[in-house]
T-cell receptor, first 116, second 111 residues
Framework: NAGVTQTPKFQVLKTGQSMTLQCAQD?????MYWYRQDPGMGLRLIYY???????DKGEVPNGYNVSRLNKREFSLRLESAAPSQTSVYFC???????????????FGNGTRLTVT | GQQLNQSPQSMFIQEGEDVSMNCTSS?????WLWYKQDPGEGPVLLIA?????ELTSNGRLTAQFGITRKDSFLNISASIPSDVGIYFC???????????FGPGTRLSVLP
């Protein structure tokens, strides 16, 4: 059971370039998330998808777009990368246990992105 | 946004010592999670807490859901070198809301 798989593991971009980070989960979870992790700041939510066909902004959505391709896959796109987007990006998934209560998040191993 | 505070920010301990860390907020949470992150990897769930006052163990780890619902504690007994990493707390404020994360406690274990 792979859990949450992210690709690529590492990426270097020049300012202004675009790229898409891929994420897939095999746990049949309804909800998927994209976080960024910066030193001393914990994990901040960029976008999430509560269920297939829906996406919503999180705490830090500017400069990003997402696509919930199907129940398994949730991609994050940087249209015009900026140095401020240098970070480690984590995808996660969870399931709704009861009305509104979420199961714990399961994380991928991250994509380390550097924008020069 | 909602903030969770974790203390200490970092700690250096000797192998074999017990460790205590906590997570606090000014708001009431209905779920607390504790994660560990090893270098180069994603956070891995250690313990989940769902009721005020709940005390849950996972091997040498014990976590408690504070009775005020504004805090949570994680204890590690008899630390070993593989306990090194960053420990994150996360909380769900209310049903339907996403988890928020603390900034982490970085643990170093000296042999």
């Amino acid at each position: 059971n792979a859990g949450v798989t992210q690709t690529p593991k590492f990426q270097v971009l020049k300012t202004g370039q675009s790229m898409t980070l891929q994420c897939a989960q095999d746990m049949n979870h309804n909800s998927m998330y994209w976080y960024r992790q910066d030193p001393g700041m914990g994990l901040r939510l960029i976008y999430y998808s509560a269920s297939e066909g829906t996406t919503d902004k999180g705490e830090v959505p500017n400069g990003y777009n997402v696509s919930r391709l199907n129940k398994r896959e949730f991609s994050l796109r940087l249209e015009s990368a900026a140095p401020s987007q240098t970070s480690v990006y984590f995808c996660a998934s969870s399931e709704q246990i009861t009305r509104g209560a979420l199961s714990p998040l399961h994380f991928g191993n991250g994509t380390r992105l550097t924008v020069t | 946004g909602q903030q969770l505070n974790q203390s200490p920010q970092s700690m250096f301990i000797q192998e074999g010592e017990d460790v205590s860390m906590n997570c606090t907020s000014s708001s009431i949470f209905n779920t607390w999670l504790w994660y560990k992150q090893d270098p180069g990897e994603g956070p891995v769930l250690l313990i989940a807490l769902y009721k005020a006052g709940e005390l849950t163990s996972n091997g040498r780890l014990t976590a408690q859901f504070g009775i005020t619902r504004k805090d949570s504690f994680l204890n590690i007994s008899a630390s070993i070198p593989s306990d090194v990493g960053i420990y994150f707390c996360a909380g769900q404020l209310a049903r339907g809301q996403n988890f928020v994360f603390g900034p982490g406690t970085r643990l170093s274990v000296l042999p």
